[in-house]
């Protein structure tokens, strides 16, 4: 295992490996890494020669008000659990390193960020991709793994990497649950006792929406009232939305026909959680 | 020497030579091809094993009231001529397929882009960044290679290529001209005899800078009062602007130290002209 902190030696270590035939896998992370993380990490060793694990808690995705300073970094235990799960190398670049004075260019994505979380969190998913590509330049891995609980992320990224012709195949996996049905997440931490029993409700009014649309109920505005209600029968969870969308174009569908996917993001007290589902 | 037409098709091509140890260089263009193009070819041609010429005319970087339409294609002759200066391989992709239905990721370039040409034509250079990203991303060339013509568009395509940690070594080539002076452009074509003649003005102004520059005259108000002299006593010259800035940050300047380009934007009839000098 090697920790590498510099961009222009990512870059020579990956030539020599390239040059070698070996295949690399990428798993761009923020750290605070939980088993969905993991999970993509074994799914990159499975399909790769070398597994390269990236840490960097990304400023420029955080709107102002947003918990980029709070945001867990538990660097060291980070380390183990990427290794254990197949890591070979670990890029820990610095905010400095990737960023330095005079920085000044910026991945725009399009329509696919109109909606959803892009409505809410403006300039977000310009520091994904931008950071994301940067990774992608620094590794040029030929996989990159990320997980489905960022569903709309997801579709973000796979735009970006069309529309650049980077060469790059992006793998997106299925998202990983506590017992409890909520979706693993690094945000989870900041839950109280008392939150962490409220915040089932997102996987909840998930599960009814699913098997309304089992039982034939197409009505996308029926099923979005029905997840508010059940959403907000919760002292501690306020919606930031809840939307049904074309699961290809992201935009609001009213009868759901065909991919279709149910995102929704709640605050549990001060923390914004998200999931979704996905049909078809 | 090969046509291709299909991105994917360019980037098998290319993975193919790189992994038998070749070294591929990229001259990318917009075809009406003149000797300043010719001689980044024979550059490419000297330092790589394959030499990639893209003729593509970019419609992102046109203005609604810019030349897109008429801009000339005189494609076989453009083959021609690359090919004798060392092209192996024309790449040239329609504009279905660069943007094809539902494109949507641009990359958007910063403060190098505030004046100049980008304070008069905005849109430009994002579009010009996107393209070349998209280019450099089909070819995977180890060298690209651009004229100092477009001394903007070099620094802010170095920018970019530093900013995305885009793996590319940018070669800035000098500008090319006519006997008389004029730089050489694929949009000279569009002046009439009488135009062509006034068309020096830019060059006859430029040398006049740089005399005054070489006596020891630092204060840029009164070398741009002197050039704009120049260039109004033509009678079909209109200044678009003309600016002495500092030559790597293109931030304005009053007094001429260290490096500083001398940048100005003059329309000839209706065409539109550029031209530079770079000092230290």
């Given amino acids: 295992m090697k920790i590498i902190r510099k961009i222009e ?134 996989r990159a793994y990320f997980g489905q609980k960022d569903y709309q992320q997801a579709q973000v990224i796979k735009q970006m990497v069309k529309d650049l012709n980077l060469q790059m195949q992006i793998v997106v996996c299925p998202i990983i649950r506590e017992k409890d049905g909520l979706a693993m997440s690094s945000r989870n931490q900041y839950l109280s006792p008392e939150e962490r029993r409220s915040a089932t409700c997102l996987h909840e009014a998930l599960r009814v929406a699913k098997a309304m649309v089992s039982s034939g109920i197409k009505d996308a505005g029926k099923i979005k009232r029905e997840i508010r209600n059940i959403i907000q029968s919760n002292l501690l969870a306020k919606v930031d939305y809840i939307e049904i969308v074309d699961a290809g174009s992201l935009e609001p569908v009213k009868q759901i026909k065909g991919q279709a996917a149910i995102a929704l993001a709640v605050f549990i007290g001060k923390t914004r959680l998200i999931d979704n589902m996905v049909w078809g």
């Fill in 9 to 142: 030696q990512m870059q020579e270590y990956i030539r020599k490996h390239r040059r070698a035939g070996k295949t690399i896998g990428l798993v761009p992370t923020m750290g605070a890494l939980h088993e969905g993380h993991l999970s993509l990490i074994r799914r990159a060793a499975r399909e790769n020669d070398l597994v390269v694990v990236s840490i960097f808690v990304n400023p420029i995705q955080f709107g102002p008000n947003e918990d980029f300073k709070k945001y867990p970094r538990p660097f060291a235990k980070d380390v183990k659990l990427a290794v254990k799960a197949g890591a070979d190398i670990i890029f820990n670049p610095g905010a400095g390193e990737m960023y330095p004075p005079g920085y000044q260019t910026y991945v725009e994505p399009g329509e696919l960020t109109a909606g959803l979380c892009g409505a809410f969190r403006p300039a977000h998913f310009r520091g994904v991709v931008t950071v994301v590509i940067k990774l992608f330049n620094s590794v040029l891995a030929d």
